[in-house]
């Protein structure tokens, strides 16, 4: 599946997702479109071509797998990638530079961290060519404790698990779009 895989993720429709950070986009021919979409028997099927005057992906940061759909932020200019599996993909410009993770569902996305803020939460509402910053709020532990350290967010969907100190204990956050947007 190349080198250098930042994530690797499947859906329940049987596709796997691989997304890679620069050492392997730069050096390795199956990494070099930084996201690629895979069936279940490990053929290639699909890989990340920016339109054009589009940055190509250098390292995912960020990445969601829902069913049909796989969203990314990368680096260098942090847009969110929206990729279903017929290959359509639609990019937007987004407010946070660098999040770890995000939870996306029904015209909105989480984004964790990024700014160099790793507890904070930057939801948004999507149009079609952005991400519009809508609330920030402190991502806290349920007793109400900073979250101070994390390991890689997993998104899925309108979830976001997130593993702290402890690898026996992870936490889940959900998202819901608000009333009357």
Same mark, same amino acid.
């Given at each position: 599946?190349?080198?250098?895989?930042?994530?690797?993720?499947a859906d329940r429709?049987?596709?796997?997702?691989?997304?890679?950070?620069d050492e392997g986009?730069?050096?390795?021919?199956?990494?070099?479109?930084?996201?690629?979409?895979?069936?279940?028997?490990?053929?290639?099927?699909?890989?990340?071509?920016?339109?054009?005057?589009?940055?190509?992906?250098?390292?995912?940061?960020?990445?969601?797998?829902?069913?049909?759909?796989?969203?990314?932020?990368?680096? &260098?200019?942090?847009?969110? @990638? /929206?990729?279903?599996?017929?290959?359509?993909? %639609?990019? $937007?410009?987004?407010? *946070?530079?660098?999040?770890?993770?995000?939870?996306?569902?029904?015209?909105?996305?989480?984004?964790?961290?990024?700014?160099?803020?790793?507890?904070?939460?930057?939801?948004?509402?999507?149009?079609?060519?952005?991400?519009?910053?809508?609330?920030?709020?402190?991502?806290?532990? &349920?007793?109400?404790?900073? @979250? /101070?350290?994390?390991?890689?967010?997993?998104? %899925?969907? $309108?979830?976001?698990? *997130?593993?702290?100190?402890?690898?026996?204990?992870?936490?889940?956050?959900?998202?819901?779009?608000?009333?009357?947007?």
């Amino acid at each position: 599946m190349g080198r250098a895989v930042e994530f690797l993720m499947a859906d329940r429709r049987h596709h796997i997702w691989s997304a890679y950070f620069d050492e392997g986009v730069y050096s390795d021919p199956i990494s070099a479109a930084g996201l690629v979409r895979w069936d279940s028997g490990g053929n290639r099927q699909w890989g990340y071509k920016p339109p054009e005057g589009s940055e190509y992906i250098d390292t995912v940061y960020a990445f969601n797998v829902d069913d049909g759909v796989a969203w990314a932020n990368y680096y &260098p200019t942090f847009p969110l @990638l /929206e990729v279903r599996t017929n290959g359509e993909h %639609r990019l $937007r410009s987004t407010p *946070v530079a660098a999040p770890a993770g995000m939870a996306v569902h029904e015209g909105h996305v989480t984004m964790l961290g990024g700014d160099r803020q790793p507890d904070r939460l930057h939801r948004c509402r999507l149009t079609e060519r952005e991400a519009l910053l809508v609330e920030e709020a402190r991502l806290t532990l &349920p007793n109400g404790a900073p @979250l /101070e350290r994390y390991a890689c967010p997993i998104g %899925r969907g $309108r979830h976001l698990y *997130v593993r702290g100190t402890s690898p026996r204990q992870w936490y889940v956050m959900s998202i819901q779009p608000p009333q009357g947007f």
